[in-house]
């Protein structure tokens, strides 16, 4: 049974289809990757997933409709979403920020245990731990990002443009972190703006185009298609 399982999902800003009637699943375990042009609808459906845009159709997570359910109970479901733009808390520091991923649980010394299992993903924030997050670079803030996320213990990782406005090396990092976090059991839902990047990481993948998924398939297989490569991968 896949973890993660949408039919004909539609989303509409106003009068404008940003999604037509979508099909995905994600298995547990995987780490599929969602990619396509600027404006093709990929951030609206992450967020229509998670409960923060109107949708229709069919959303099944562990073989349940989450389709009203409220966002808070995502979260303690399992579901986390690392947004676009990160949304850290910039006047909070590291640490509270951190924290603030945790604020479902109540489990105490859990919650301790992952915050230093954190530090060890990323050092940097450990040596910034006490610093105000907006002071942060941005691959910093990514990190941030996805750290307080990993502190609600998801078993579903909505990733938004992990490497949007980063440095080379920081990409580099972060989907190595990715790679990592997804060999730990995490299943993963990957929205990237760097394709190549995005199929080499990931099992499977689903190409999005004006609001419809016109490609899918193995990761390792659409990375030769000539098409994406032509499309997708500027060449």
Request: glycine content about 10%; overall charge neutral.
């Amino acid at each position: 049974m896949s973890l993660l399982e949408v039919s004909g999902l539609n989303v509409s800003y106003g009068g404008i289809k940003a999604v037509r009637g979508i099909d995905l699943e994600v298995a547990a375990g995987e780490l599929v990757c969602l990619i396509g042009a600027n404006g093709a609808g990929k951030t609206t459906t992450l967020k229509a997933l998670a409960r923060l845009l109107p949708a229709h159709g069919k959303i099944l997570y562990q073989g349940k409709s989450i389709a009203q359910t409220p966002v808070f109970d995502l979260v303690r479901q399992g579901i986390a979403l690392v947004p676009e733009g990160r949304g850290i808390f910039g006047r909070l520091s590291v640490e509270e920020n951190l924290l603030m991923g945790a604020y479902s649980r109540r489990d105490t010394q859990a919650i301790r245990h992952d915050l230093e299992k954190n530090y060890q993903l990323f050092p940097r924030l450990f040596e910034r731990k006490t610093q105000q997050a907006g002071t942060l670079s941005g691959g910093e803030q990514q990190m941030l990002a996805i750290g307080r996320a990993l502190m609600s213990r998801p078993r579903l990782l909505l990733l938004d443009e992990p490497s949007m406005g980063l440095a080379p090396l920081m990409v580099n990092k972060i989907f190595e972190t990715i790679r990592a976090i997804s060999a730990e059991g995490v299943t993963i839902l990957l929205v990237e703006q760097n394709a190549k990047l995005a199929l080499e990481a990931s099992h499977r993948a689903y190409v999005m185009e004006s609001g419809t998924i016109c490609l899918s398939g193995e990761s390792a297989t659409l990375l030769n298609d000539p098409q994406v490569r032509h499309a997708y991968l500027g060449e």
